[in-house]
C-alpha cells in the first residue's frame, strides 16, 4: 500500500497521448495521460471511460456536441460513445477504466498503445 503522487507521475513523461498506468483495483487501471491537440475519432464498444483532470482543461468532443472539461472536473463517456479529445493547451488527465481498455478503442493508429507502461 503505497501511495501515489500524480504531480510525480507526471513528470516522468512529456508526450501526448500515451497514458501510463499508475495503479489498479478491482479490474480497473488508474492511469495518466498528457494530452494536447486533436486526438482519434474512436468509441469502446465495451468500456466506460471516466476522465477527471488534473491540469488544465479540454474538450471532450463527439459527433453532436462538445463539452468542455476543466481542472477538478470529470467527464465519463459510456461504452459504445463515439468522441474524441482535444486541448489547445497542454492538459493532464486521470484515467480511470477497465484493465485492458485500449486507448484508441475500435481503431489503430499511431497513437494505439496495446501494452501501457507502468510508472
Known amino acids: 500500500m503505497e501511495k501515489v ?3 510525480g507521475k507526471l513528470s516522468l513523461f512529456s508526450d501526448y497521448y500515451f ?7 478491482n479490474g480497473q487501471q488508474v492511469k495518466l495521460v498528457k494530452i ?4 482519434t ?3 469502446h464498444d465495451t468500456e466506460d471511460e471516466l476522465f477527471l483532470v488534473v491540469k488544465g482543461k479540454f474538450d471532450m468532443q463527439f459527433r453532436e456536441r462538445s463539452v468542455e472539461v476543466k ?12 468522441h474524441r ?11 480511470f477504466e477497465p484493465a ?3 486507448n484508441t478503442g475500435n ?9 501501457p507502461e507502468r510508472i
Do not use: M, Y
Open 5 to 7: 503522487n500524480l504531480a
Open 19 to 25: 497514458p501510463r498506468i499508475v495503479g489498479e483495483l
Open 36 to 39: 494536447k491537440g486533436d486526438f
Open 41 to 43: 475519432w474512436h468509441q
Open 71 to 82: 481542472e477538478g472536473e470529470f467527464l465519463i463517456v459510456p461504452r459504445g460513445v463515439e
Open 85 to 95: 479529445p482535444s486541448a489547445a493547451e497542454e492538459c493532464h488527465i486521470l484515467l
Open 100 to 102: 485492458g481498455t485500449l
Open 107 to 115: 481503431v489503430e493508429n499511431e497513437f494505439t498503445r496495446s501494452k
